[in-house]
């Protein structure tokens, strides 16, 4: 699939401006977006606020090679499952390089390279790696990104890609365990 020139251009302006610090809400492959720079601590903070939690927080990555670089070490099972899996609606979880562990639980991330293109550009244009979590607020569905939801989330929000989103529901989760993957949901 092709990304129109209007909006790969977009995309490519968002991502320098998420690098700069800000959230972006974007249509995924599964569930709505709001996307922030990992190591930008603005940004995070602003994460945490407008979620009313600390984390853990998922990892999109603008492709393989990038998400990979993520996880502290890479046996066999893990690369190729990632090859399989990736770009596609699947998270996959293990321990963390040391400089990402703040963004997951008990020293794991979750990473995914989404299936949608426009996702790995925005990723790739903030500099290959995003932060999301689905657009909600704690307790509440998630909302479609549009021009209405940024009007009223404009204390939060600094810009929204319009659209709709893929399957309409979460990613499958893998965890890497010892004893190799376990499907978490």
Do not use: Y
Request: aromatic content about 8%; hydrophobic content about 45%.
């Amino acid at each position: 699939m092709s990304i129109p020139i209007s909006l790969r251009l977009r995309l490519l302006r968002l991502g320098r401006g998420i690098a700069q610090g800000a959230l972006i809400a974007h249509p995924t492959s599964t569930l709505p977006g709001i996307a922030a720079l990992p190591w930008h601590n603005k940004a995070l903070w602003r994460l945490r606020r407008f979620k009313g939690r600390q984390g853990p927080f998922l990892l999109l990555a603008a492709d393989r090679r990038t998400a990979l670089a993520c996880f502290r070490w890479l046996p066999s099972a893990l690369r190729i499952r990632a090859g399989k899996v990736w770009p596609g609606p699947v998270t996959l979880v293990a321990p963390a390089r040391p400089h990402l562990r703040h963004l997951g639980r008990r020293g794991t991330i979750a990473v995914r390279v989404d299936a949608d293109p426009a996702v790995r550009l925005l990723a790739r244009a903030a500099g290959g790696l995003i932060i999301s979590t689905s657009l909600n607020r704690k307790g509440r569905a998630p909302q479609q990104p549009s021009r209405r939801l940024r009007w009223r989330w404009r204390r939060w929000l600094d810009a929204v890609v319009a659209g709709r989103t893929g399957a309409g529901h979460p990613s499958e989760i893998w965890r890497w365990t010892r004893r190799g993957f376990v499907r978490v949901r």
